[in-house]
Nanobody
Framework: QVPLVESGGGLVQAGGSLRLSCAAS????????KGWFRQAPGKEREFVAT????????TYTDSVKGRFTISRDNAKNTVYLQMNGLKPEDTAVYYC????????????????WGQGTQVTVSS
């Protein structure tokens, strides 16, 4: 069973918006740090945004600062990524992930993953 399930991806024109959701399946991750990562064809998976377990700290890669917002609702066991001002270079498969322990921006330290949702931005 996949522990995390993403939704909300799709095809959008440049300048448009999408809201990704990531719901936990089969277990609770309310005390876990959460992150959104993306992977474009032929490229390594990269950090997009992360949030601490209590939502007190959020971190963004430079290319999405001011456009994307990560948030979480622990009562719903869900993390969100609001994406505004989308650009063609944002096109990728977006994954959410969870980790316990120390806060980290590195995808290699996240143990629990979803299957990903495709985001395609046309110019």
């Amino acid at each position: 069973q996949v522990p995390l399930v993403e939704s909300g991806g799709g095809l959008v024109q440049a300048g448009g918006s999408l809201r990704l959701s990531c719901a936990a399946s089969g277990r609770t991750f309310s005390t876990y740090h959460k992150g959104w990562f993306r992977q474009a064809p032929g490229k390594e998976r990269e950090f997009v945004a992360t949030i601490t377990w209590n939502g007190a700290i959020t971190t963004y890669t430079d290319s999405v600062k001011g456009r994307f917002t990560i948030s979480r609702d622990n009562a719903k066991n869900t993390v969100y990524l609001q994406m505004n001002g989308l650009k063609p270079e944002d096109t990728a498969v977006y994954y959410c992930a969870a980790k316990s322990g120390s806060y980290s921006l590195s995808y290699k330290e996240y143990a629990y993953w979803g299957q990903g949702t495709q985001v395609t931005v046309s110019s």
